[in-house]
Protein backbone atom coordinates (compact mmCIF):
# COMPACT_ATOMS: atom_id res chain seq x y z
CA UNK A 1 0.00 0.00 0.00
CA UNK A 2 2.75 2.69 0.74
CA UNK A 3 4.43 1.70 -1.96
CA UNK A 4 1.33 2.47 -4.37
CA UNK A 5 1.08 5.65 -2.41
CA UNK A 6 4.39 6.99 -2.82
CA UNK A 7 3.91 6.34 -6.51
CA UNK A 8 1.27 8.59 -6.86
CA UNK A 9 3.29 11.57 -5.12
CA UNK A 10 6.08 10.52 -8.21
CA UNK A 11 3.93 11.07 -10.91
CA UNK A 12 3.73 14.71 -9.59
CA UNK A 13 7.36 14.99 -8.52
CA UNK A 14 8.32 17.76 -11.94
CA UNK A 15 11.02 19.84 -11.48
CA UNK A 16 10.69 23.41 -12.99
CA UNK A 17 11.25 23.52 -16.85
CA UNK A 18 12.32 26.38 -19.19
CA UNK A 19 9.47 27.84 -19.69
CA UNK A 20 6.46 29.45 -17.32
CA UNK A 21 4.29 31.43 -19.81
CA UNK A 22 0.89 29.63 -18.64
CA UNK A 23 1.95 28.35 -15.22
CA UNK A 24 -0.30 31.03 -13.44
CA UNK A 25 -3.36 29.60 -15.22
CA UNK A 26 -2.50 26.29 -13.95
CA UNK A 27 -1.78 27.45 -10.34
CA UNK A 28 -5.76 29.58 -11.09
CA UNK A 29 -7.04 26.45 -11.70
CA UNK A 30 -5.64 24.46 -8.93
CA UNK A 31 -6.40 27.35 -6.55
CA UNK A 32 -10.44 27.18 -7.58
CA UNK A 33 -10.02 23.58 -6.85
CA UNK A 34 -8.69 23.70 -3.48
CA UNK A 35 -11.80 26.25 -2.70
CA UNK A 36 -14.35 23.59 -3.37
CA UNK A 37 -15.74 21.67 -0.32
CA UNK A 38 -14.90 18.25 -2.07
CA UNK A 39 -14.09 16.89 -5.23
CA UNK A 40 -13.08 13.39 -6.64
CA UNK A 41 -10.45 12.01 -8.72
CA UNK A 42 -10.64 8.53 -10.95
CA UNK A 43 -7.37 7.57 -12.01
CA UNK A 44 -5.03 4.93 -13.72
CA UNK A 45 -1.53 4.43 -12.65
CA UNK A 46 1.37 2.31 -14.03
CA UNK A 47 3.57 0.60 -11.35
CA UNK A 48 5.61 -2.49 -10.38
CA UNK A 49 2.76 -3.93 -9.40
CA UNK A 50 0.73 -3.58 -12.71
CA UNK A 51 -1.80 -1.44 -13.51
CA UNK A 52 -3.73 -0.35 -10.94
CA UNK A 53 -6.87 1.69 -10.30
CA UNK A 54 -7.59 4.22 -7.37
CA UNK A 55 -10.26 6.65 -6.85
CA UNK A 56 -9.97 9.22 -4.28
CA UNK A 57 -12.64 11.68 -2.57
CA UNK A 58 -11.31 14.49 -0.84
CA UNK A 59 -13.36 16.03 1.40
CA UNK A 60 -11.91 19.49 2.66
CA UNK A 61 -9.76 20.24 4.76
CA UNK A 62 -9.04 16.90 6.13
CA UNK A 63 -10.82 13.86 5.09
CA UNK A 64 -10.07 11.65 2.37
CA UNK A 65 -11.17 8.17 1.28
CA UNK A 66 -9.22 5.81 -1.33
CA UNK A 67 -10.58 3.21 -3.56
CA UNK A 68 -7.15 1.16 -4.88
CA UNK A 69 -6.43 -2.16 -6.86
CA UNK A 70 -5.48 -3.69 -9.42
CA UNK A 71 -7.34 -2.67 -12.62
CA UNK A 72 -10.56 -4.56 -12.62
CA UNK A 73 -10.15 -5.84 -9.26
CA UNK A 74 -13.81 -6.06 -7.69
CA UNK A 75 -12.89 -5.87 -4.07
CA UNK A 76 -9.84 -2.91 -3.69
CA UNK A 77 -8.86 -1.90 -0.31
CA UNK A 78 -10.73 0.81 0.50
CA UNK A 79 -9.05 3.58 3.52
CA UNK A 80 -10.47 6.49 5.23
CA UNK A 81 -8.46 9.68 6.65
CA UNK A 82 -9.98 11.16 9.46
CA UNK A 83 -7.53 14.34 10.63
CA UNK A 84 -4.35 12.46 11.29
CA UNK A 85 -5.87 8.57 11.74
CA UNK A 86 -6.77 6.09 8.47
CA UNK A 87 -8.13 2.91 8.67
CA UNK A 88 -8.32 0.44 5.66
CA UNK A 89 -10.35 -2.80 5.29
CA UNK A 90 -10.32 -4.96 1.93
CA UNK A 91 -12.94 -7.81 2.98
CA UNK A 92 -13.26 -7.70 6.80
CA UNK A 93 -13.29 -4.71 9.32
CA UNK A 94 -11.45 -1.84 9.24
CA UNK A 95 -8.24 -1.97 11.06
CA UNK A 96 -6.17 1.04 12.19
CA UNK A 97 -3.36 1.60 9.88
CA UNK A 98 0.18 2.12 10.81
CA UNK A 99 1.74 5.67 11.25
CA UNK A 100 4.00 5.04 8.35
CA UNK A 101 1.11 4.57 6.01
CA UNK A 102 -0.89 6.94 7.59
CA UNK A 103 1.64 9.54 7.19
CA UNK A 104 2.04 8.86 3.60
CA UNK A 105 -1.24 9.43 3.50
CA UNK A 106 -1.96 12.82 5.42
CA UNK A 107 1.11 13.74 3.07
CA UNK A 108 -0.65 13.05 -0.30
CA UNK A 109 -4.10 14.90 0.93
CA UNK A 110 -1.66 17.81 2.29
CA UNK A 111 -0.01 18.68 -1.45
CA UNK A 112 -3.14 18.29 -3.03
CA UNK A 113 -5.08 21.05 -1.52
CA UNK A 114 -1.35 22.90 -0.10
CA UNK A 115 -0.74 25.81 -2.01
CA UNK A 116 2.86 24.58 -1.72
CA UNK A 117 1.54 22.74 -4.74
CA UNK A 118 2.12 25.56 -7.18
CA UNK A 119 5.60 26.33 -6.14
CA UNK A 120 6.28 22.60 -7.07
CA UNK A 121 4.39 23.46 -10.56
CA UNK A 122 7.08 23.18 -13.28
CA UNK A 123 6.54 25.67 -16.18
CA UNK A 124 3.30 25.19 -18.48
CA UNK A 125 3.22 25.91 -22.00
CA UNK A 126 0.05 26.68 -23.72
CA UNK A 127 -0.94 24.24 -26.17
CA UNK A 128 -4.98 25.55 -26.58
CA UNK A 129 -8.37 23.84 -26.97
CA UNK A 130 -8.56 20.03 -27.57
CA UNK A 131 -11.29 18.17 -27.86
CA UNK A 132 -11.33 15.22 -25.02
CA UNK A 133 -14.26 12.44 -25.25
CA UNK A 134 -16.48 15.18 -26.96
CA UNK A 135 -15.25 18.26 -24.64
CA UNK A 136 -14.03 21.43 -25.31
CA UNK A 137 -11.37 21.98 -22.65
CA UNK A 138 -7.88 24.11 -22.58
CA UNK A 139 -4.75 21.89 -22.63
CA UNK A 140 -1.58 22.64 -20.86
CA UNK A 141 1.78 21.07 -21.02
CA UNK A 142 4.74 20.75 -18.55
CA UNK A 143 7.94 19.36 -19.05
CA UNK A 144 10.70 17.38 -16.50
CA UNK A 145 14.20 19.26 -16.43
CA UNK A 146 17.07 17.60 -15.51
CA UNK A 147 18.34 19.46 -12.54
CA UNK A 148 22.13 18.54 -13.03
CA UNK A 149 22.09 20.15 -16.52
CA UNK A 150 23.14 23.18 -16.84
CA UNK A 151 20.51 25.93 -17.76
CA UNK A 152 22.19 26.71 -20.54
CA UNK A 153 22.52 23.51 -21.91
CA UNK A 154 19.31 23.17 -21.47
CA UNK A 155 17.79 25.46 -23.25
CA UNK A 156 20.00 24.41 -26.41
CA UNK A 157 19.22 20.83 -25.94
CA UNK A 158 16.47 19.24 -28.48
CA UNK A 159 13.42 17.56 -26.78
CA UNK A 160 13.32 14.41 -26.81
CA UNK A 161 10.30 12.22 -28.52
CA UNK A 162 10.25 10.23 -25.60
CA UNK A 163 10.55 12.93 -22.82
CA UNK A 164 8.20 12.88 -19.86
CA UNK A 165 5.62 15.99 -19.56
CA UNK A 166 2.38 16.01 -17.75
CA UNK A 167 -0.76 17.23 -19.40
CA UNK A 168 -3.77 19.20 -17.64
CA UNK A 169 -6.77 20.28 -19.00
CA UNK A 170 -8.55 23.03 -17.79
CA UNK A 171 -12.31 23.32 -18.36
CA UNK A 172 -12.89 26.63 -20.03
CA UNK A 173 -16.29 27.14 -18.46
CA UNK A 174 -15.76 26.24 -14.86
CA UNK A 175 -11.51 27.22 -15.01
CA UNK A 176 -11.50 23.67 -12.83
CA UNK A 177 -9.30 21.36 -13.76
CA UNK A 178 -10.58 17.81 -15.32
CA UNK A 179 -8.23 15.47 -16.18
CA UNK A 180 -4.45 15.61 -15.93
CA UNK A 181 -1.86 13.08 -17.54
CA UNK A 182 1.77 12.24 -17.17
CA UNK A 183 3.86 10.08 -19.44
CA UNK A 184 6.00 10.23 -22.63
CA UNK A 185 6.12 13.19 -24.90
CA UNK A 186 5.00 10.55 -28.14
CA UNK A 187 2.99 8.07 -25.88
CA UNK A 188 0.50 10.02 -24.13
CA UNK A 189 -2.32 7.93 -25.18
CA UNK A 190 -0.90 5.07 -23.15
CA UNK A 191 0.13 7.16 -20.22
CA UNK A 192 1.76 5.85 -17.15
CA UNK A 193 -0.98 7.98 -14.85
CA UNK A 194 -4.28 9.52 -15.67
CA UNK A 195 -6.42 10.99 -13.38
CA UNK A 196 -9.97 12.14 -14.26
CA UNK A 197 -11.82 14.95 -11.91
CA UNK A 198 -15.20 15.56 -10.95
CA UNK A 199 -17.09 17.64 -8.50
CA UNK A 200 -19.79 15.92 -6.79
CA UNK A 201 -21.56 18.03 -4.10
CA UNK A 202 -22.64 14.94 -2.33
CA UNK A 203 -19.42 13.14 -0.53
CA UNK A 204 -19.20 12.52 2.66
CA UNK A 205 -16.32 10.71 4.21
CA UNK A 206 -17.38 9.60 7.84
CA UNK A 207 -15.15 7.99 10.50
CA UNK A 208 -15.76 3.83 9.99
CA UNK A 209 -18.73 2.36 12.27
CA UNK A 210 -16.27 -0.59 13.21
CA UNK A 211 -13.67 1.85 14.50
CA UNK A 212 -13.08 1.86 18.42
CA UNK A 213 -10.91 5.43 17.84
Known amino acids: MRRIVMAVAACFAMSAASY ?15 SLSSFRMDSVM ?12 YLLPDRMRQMIGPVG ?13 AWSRKDGDWKLMSPQTTSALVDQLRQTVSDDEERR ?63 RANRLDTPIF ?20
Request: proline share 9%.
Open 20 to 34: ADCKSDIAAALTKQR
Open 46 to 57: LTSEGRIHMVVD
Open 73 to 85: DPKPVETVLIGKK
Open 121 to 183: LPGFECLGKVTVDGRDLLAYQGENEDPNAKKSQAKDKPKLPDRPVRVIYVDPTTGLPVRSVFG
Open 194 to 213: EAKYTYPVDIEIKLPQTSTE
